[in-house]
């Protein structure tokens, strides 16, 4: 007669679903979302604005640095369109 020993072993105990799981805490949730928020608020305190002289100048950069770029692509793009068309015809 055979001997059945599935039985005669103890099982190891298997780790449920919700074990593994974190629980949804909503008021966890929240507590982040408002930490997050008077962390935001603490660290624009720190921040120094420019003053109007300043703003100013870094404005005048901007524009410029802009209009050269602009002015390189396109010549870029002109030349480039004349070399296509002269070999391509």
């Known amino acids: 007669m055979a ?3 599935r039985d005669a072993a103890p099982r190891p105990k298997r780790a449920t679903r919700a074990a593994g799981r974190r629980r949804y ?5 929240i507590h982040k979302i408002l930490r997050f928020i008077r962390e935001v608020m603490a660290e624009l305190r ?4 420019p003053g109007r002289s300043e703003l100013i100048t ?3 950069v901007v524009l410029v640095f802009v209009s050269v770029v ?6 870029l793009d002109f030349g480039l ?5 002269a070999i391509f015809g």
């Open 3 to 5: 001997t059945d020993t």
């Open 81 to 85: 369109t004349k070399a296509v068309l």
């Open 58 to 60: 870094y404005v005048l």
């Open 70 to 75: 602009t002015a390189f692509v396109a010549s």
């Open 25 to 29: 805490r909503p008021l966890q949730f």
């Open 46 to 49: 720190k921040v120094v604005y």
